[in-house]
């Protein structure tokens, strides 16, 4: 599976799913086998921009300065007069280039074996055997986290903001899939009863700053700002519709570890759940979706009560989660998260630990230009989910807190289905000036009406949570300077192995789990031979 993005071939997918998605819009029918594998190779607008370049007549051609491009000019005219021939329902000419306007901005979509690697990992958990598991996207593009976590949970439900997406997004989804087109923020605010066990996307990252009605009276001060960047956002808001002892886990931008001016996210984030993992993927595993930014894959399981910065161990490792700084000895001053600095280079096992690119980085520009870290690749996906998967899947067996899940789990007696049309039913009965502040998107999607859950009377639980730290934390103040690294603490007794080639070499992965009686603290690894 080595990549190579085609954008005439993408754009000619896409132009066809559109078409498609449209007929069975008007038409109101279900899709034909071929009919839903051509929906299926739908990928989005990312890199694509030159459809946004004028071609309302053959005389626009002059206009695109890029030779190189001009090739795709009759098949950008194609896509125009499709959506200008629509006549959908409520759905404009203008609303639909406005959706691909936003889609060629955020439109990344997530290769197949990333996202089954995250899903065989939650998987290994068995998560179904203690209820039903009902599982959000709230970025869902076209489904394909859906569709990777369809064995395991009982009710999916996806949100997606751009209508053409979502528009395929409907006829491609399982029949038990809850499909709402409208963005993130419009899920309102959820009953304990109605809040997922698993939040999971590839998240969008952009500049732009989402406004949530639902933060105005928090008691969190950063929370209230309501001034939160959309990659920032999605983490925050996922773990208000997260219930606790949930799993958080998204693909997302490296800006929200490596962004100094994200430290008041990071600390929010630490407070509120505990640290499980943290990947760092390598430039260019989107590079079939015409991007080659850097990413990272964090996965939180969301805290039954927030917590003082002050219970995190300063030398372990959700304490290098928080900050972001240039490395010691760095000529070039660039910031990056601590939980991917001090790697041992001597040290096989410690130098892959949190990074799935190899080699390890090399000094290149972020997608502004500036100054940053690539993490480099090879190109092959397939072998670098089998990475992800082996290192999530142990980052799981560690740090993932059963006994907290298993007790906030229950079995969902009302759908998120219901809880909409519970919603719909209540505001028919409720007069103009008792109602909720309108949702962006109402007439997509309605709200369910239910209060804000009130923490002022639950008392604060003290539970013990496995976590990256060792030992009992220390009572001072989370150090900003680069604490040495300490190795996660294992158990003897059973062996795991696996084998991933690299560059031709083979890279043995073995750990030794001791689990004598009243020897927990010895720590004995057989790891990263290479041959």
Sequence with gaps: YIMAYNKYEALNNNIEAIRIAIELEKTHQKPTVDQLEKLKKYSGFGGLNFILFPADKPQDIVKWTNESEKVF?????ELHQILKEAQLPNTSYDELFSSLRSSTLT????????????????????????????????????GVFADAFNNITDEKICFESDKL???????????????????????????????????????PFDSQTIYDPT???????????????IHNYFFIKALDVCRPGGLVAFITSRGVLDSPSNQKTREYLMENSNL?????????????????????????????????????????????????TPEEGDLNKIPHNQLFQTIELNDPYEGLKRLTGYPRKTLGTDPYGK???????????????????????????????????????MDKAISFRQTQSLGNEQEKSQTQSQSASPSPLKEEIEQPNVPAKDNSEAPEEKQSQPSFRQGTPSPTTTSTQNPSRRKS???????????????????????????????????????????
Aim: no cysteine; aromatic share 8%.
């Design 215 to 229: 933060f105005i009276n928090d008691p969190n001060e950063f929370k209230r700002s309501n001034n939160h960047k």
């Design 73 to 77: 000019f009759p098949k950008v005219q």
């Design 489 to 531: 603490r294992k158990k003897k007794g059973s062996t795991n192995s696996n084998i991933i080639e690299y560059n031709g070499k083979q890279i043995i992965f073995k750990t030794l789990f001791d689990t004598t009686e009243g020897d927990e603290n010895t720590n004995k690894e057989i790891v990263a031979s290479q041959e």
């Design 107 to 142: 439109a990344f979509y997530t290769p197949k074996p990333v996202v089954e690697a995250i899903a065989d990992s939650i998987a290994s958990l068995g998560l179904n055997r203690e209820g039903n598991i009902r599982m959000l996207d709230p970025s869902s593009g076209s």
């Design 371 to 409: 100054p940053a870290y690539i993490y480099n690749f090879d190109g092959d996906v397939e072998r670098q989910g089998k990475i992800i998967q082996l290192k999530l899947q142990e980052d799981l067996l560690w740090r993932f807190d059963k006994s907290l899940y298993k007790k906030h789990s």
């Design 165 to 203: 997406t979502g528009l395929i997004l409907k006829h491609i989804s399982q029949p038990d899939t809850i499909v709402r087109v409208a963005p993130f923020e419009s899920i309102g605010q959820l009953a304990d009863e109605h809040k997922m066990d698993i939040v999971t996307s590839n998240i």
């Design 276 to 324: 499980v993992s943290a990947l760092r993927l390598p430039n260019g595993l989107f590079r079939e979706a015409g991007t080659d930014v850097g990413t990272d894959l964090i996965v939180l399981q969301k805290r039954e009560s927030p917590r003082s910065l002050l219970e995190i161990d300063p030398t372990g490792e959700e304490s290098f989660f928080l900050f972001s």
